[in-house]
């Protein structure tokens, strides 16, 4: 199966995530409520066979990233984001 990677947050970042996206009735209020979910649909993925990989997200890049490319800062745009920079790993 094709590996699939997801969006990795920091702790200490994840307020700031919630200041600049535009979606955040989409994201869970806190970390370790995201963290659980996250985690949860980690583990459901391996289960299915994929092979899933992690990009951190460092914030201040997706903002400008967002900027630059003329992009709403919402989950689709995220998962784009996180898609190109996971070829960097």
Do not use: Q
């Not at 994840?14 to 996206?21: E, F, G, Q, S």
């Not at 979606?23 to 949860?40: F, V």
């Not at 092979?51 to 201040?60: A, Q």
């Amino acid at each position: 199966m094709d590996d699939i990677v997801i969006a990795w947050y920091k702790k200490d970042e994840y307020d700031k995530l919630l200041r600049v996206i535009d979606d955040k009735d989409s994201m869970p209020l806190n970390y370790d409520d995201w963290l659980e979910i996250a985690t949860a649909a980690m583990e459901n993925l391996r289960k299915e066979g994929h092979n899933v990989k992690k990009v951190v997200v460092n914030i201040d890049e997706l903002v400008d990233w967002c900027s630059a490319m003329k992009k709403e800062n919402i989950a689709k745009n995220r998962a784009l984001f996180v898609s190109l920079r996971a070829k960097n790993y």
